[in-house]
Each structure stands twice: as C-alpha cells, then as structure tokens.
C-alpha cells in the first residue's frame, strides 16, 4: 500500500490497518501518502462526496468500503457587513456547517467510520462536546455499528445530544469538562475495545483536509492570505495544516496561506502557549459559553503548535461577549452560525485592528457548526 501511518516525533511507521493512537514514544500519529500526481478523482463516490473525491491522497481503498452519507461540497458566501465589520476588503466563509449531520465533523467521520469498519470493529466511541458525538451516531447508524458516546454533564447543547440520541448512540455522562470525558474514552478504548474516533484519530484528520481543498477549488487554486479557524482540540488546525502543506508539496497550489487558530478566552491553552513561544503548555479548566470549544488540554497540542510554526501563523483569544457579537453580526448577515464558529470572525476583527492582518489580505473563516446547533448564547 502506497499509504502509511507514521509517528509525527520520532517517525516510526505503522500499516494503515493497524489501531494505535500514539506511538510508543508518545507522539501523535499521522497518515503518510507517497504518491500525490493530481487533486481530483472523479468517478462512482468521487462525484457525490466531497471527501472521498480525494480519495487517493485520504484513503485509498475501494469504494465498496467506504461508509459515505455523502458529505462535503459545502458553499463559500461572501456579505460586504461582515468585511466592513472585520476590516477587510474580501472576506469568504466556508460554511461546514452544511454538512449532513450538520458541522464539520461529517468529514472526518466519515473515514473514521469507513476504517472502523473495515477493520471489524463492534463498538466505536467519542468524547465530545455534541458535534462529534452527533456525527459518530449518525454515521454509526450508517454502518449497523454500536456507538457510545461519553458527554460532559450539563455542558453540551441539547439539541446536539437529541441528535446523537435520535440516531440511537448509547450515551454515557461524564460528571466533570471535555478532558475528563476524553481520559475515560480512552480507558474505554483500552479496557472495552472501543474503536477511538475523536481527532486523536489520525484517520479523522485526513477527511477534515478536505474542507481546504474543497475552498481552494471553489477558488480556482487562488488561495487566501489567511484560512482562520476556532481552536479546541485543535484537530482542524492541524488537518489544515496538513493539508496546505501537502497541496504545496504536490503543485496543486504555489502559495501557503497563513493560518489563524482563535480561542475562546476561558478556554485558551493553546493562546497562553503561543505567547510563551510555545516553551510552556499548562492545561486548564475552561469556562466558555462557546461550548463546542470548551477544551481545556487539546489532544492535538503538538501537531498544531508544529502548524504554526510550518504556515507562520498566529493564535488569537476572544471573550465571550466578543464571540456573541460577532456571531449576531454572521446570523443578521443571513448566513448563521454556533457561537463557536463565530469566534473566527471576533479574533480576525481583533488581528486587523493590531495590524497582523492587513486590509487588502483575502481572508477565509471557516464557520464549524450549523446555527440549529446551540442556538442559545446568554
Ligand atoms: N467548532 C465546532 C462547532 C466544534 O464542534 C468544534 C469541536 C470546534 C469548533 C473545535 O474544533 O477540536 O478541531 O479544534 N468540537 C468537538 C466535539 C470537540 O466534540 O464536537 P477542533
């Protein structure tokens, strides 16, 4: 297989069929592809999912294997209020909110789903602060797999937790945050041979680099000066990332954007180690309303800080009632959001205003979530 699994510290490779999380020496795993010629496939699944048109450079596997709703091909939408409001002159959102189950999450459940499946796993489980958790339950249902998901008490929106529930996941609530709900997944993963698809998962990953490639092309291959993104466990970052430097590598595009990750400030692990030049990292009990990104030990730290440092990006924070105004001034654009995906555009207002972003730069924000998803933010 021209595909492998290999060790982002110490580059020990593993086969793609192989379960494993972390590698012996404790660093994170990635998926490896040695081949690159041209981005699009375009035959049988390549035409109807946005993820699986890539296939050859995500999972390159027949499509007789493959557990697709489908997914991806989500709109790019452009609202002159929202440039003037940020201070740019060209501002697109990539809206992943218009994914099946309705947040980004689709895109990498799905390749989680299909590798879960085809490597005969029963019982497949998440940690999740609802989005994860309502896409592992949909597309577990897809596949005639049991689900388990294990959500933080009190602190998930509820009508993620109907929609996890209606596709019939077993749900387990975990008294404590997010972290405390990721450690007894993990557990699970050893003690109950659960199959893990949280973003540790590197197979999740490589579906989320889709969403990069998917803007590019909708772009024709003109990329942005900045891609921003919200930051909780840090996954999209990092497939982000990822992708942007394997679509360099390959020639698909002849310009790496900048990358630019915004936290909720109560939930800011991630911004406190950047502005230590990442020497020091200290998890945290967070407290955001945002609560999709109410992370307070990102399991991605080390692939994300290596993002940044690769795309020379920057990591911003942005308080709650600054996350709640920019998400009003998205939803009476027409365009809506969770309040988690308009921390985008309350960290790039504050980036122009300290004059890291510059008005004339093309800005793409990437909005994570549907705005049915946690309609409330008091
Ligand atoms: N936006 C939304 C709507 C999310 O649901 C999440 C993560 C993020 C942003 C943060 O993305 O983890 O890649 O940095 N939600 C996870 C969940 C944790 O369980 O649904 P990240």
């Known amino acids: 297989m021209l595909s492998f699994q290999s060790c982002i510290r110490c580059f020990q490779k593993y086969d793609l069929n192989q379960i494993i999380y972390r590698c012996e020496c404790g660093g994170l795993i990635e998926i490896k592809h040695s081949v690159f010629p041209s981005p699009l496939g375009g035959e049988g699944l390549g035409v109807r999912s946005g993820v699986w048109r890539f296939k050859d450079y995500v999972l390159p596997i027949p499509d007789s294997e493959i557990v697709s709703h489908p997914e991806g091909f989500t709109r790019v939408y452009e609202r002159e209020s929202l440039s003037r409001w940020a201070g740019v002159d060209k501002l697109l959102f990539k809206h992943e909110g218009e994914n099946p189950t309705g947040s980004f999450k689709d895109r990498g459940m799905t390749v989680a789903v299909t590798q879960a499946k ?122 982000f990332g990822k992708a942007i430097l394997e679509a360099y590598e390959a020639g698909w595009i002849t310009k790496k954007p900048r990358i630019a990750v915004i936290q909720a400030e109560r939930a800011n692990p991630f911004y406190q180690s ?73 960290g790039l207002q504050k980036l122009v205003a300290q004059k890291f972003v510059r008005p004339d730069e093309v800005v793409a924000c990437v909005l994570t979530g549907n705005v049915l998803k946690d309609p409330v933010m008091s």
Not at 207 to 217: D, H, P, R, V, Y
Not at 306 to 329: F, H, P
Not at 331 to 341: A, L, T, V, Y
């Open 274 to 346: 950047f502005l230590s030049g990442f020497e020091d990292f200290a998890p945290m009990h967070p407290d955001t309303r945002a609560s999709a990104i109410n992370i307070g030990n990102p399991v991605n730290f080390e692939k994300a800080k290596r993002v940044i440092s690769d795309l020379n990006g920057r990591v911003e924070q942005a308080t709650d009632a600054e996350i709640k105004e920019a998400k009003i001034q998205i939803d009476h654009s027409g365009i809506g959001c969770e309040p988690s995906s308009a921390a985008t555009l309350a």
């Open 118 to 239: 085809r490597l005969g796993q029963k019982l497949i489980g998440c940690a999740s602060t609802g989005n994860t958790s309502a896409s592992l339950a949909s597309y577990g249902a897809q596949a005639g797999l049991k689900t388990v998901i294990f959500l933080p008490e009190g602190k998930v929106a509820p009508s993620k937790i109907a929609q996890a529930i209606a596709y019939g996941a077993e749900t387990r609530m975990i008294e404590g945050d997010f972290d405390t709900a990721m450690a007894k997944v993990l557990e699970a993963s050893h003690d109950e041979g659960l199959y893990l698809v949280n973003s540790i998962n590197p197979f999740r990953l490589e579906g989320q680099k889709t969403i990069m490639w998917e803007l590019f092309e909708q772009l024709d291959w003109q990329v942005p000066d900045w891609i921003v993104v919200p930051g909780g466990n840090l996954g999209n970052t990092s497939a």
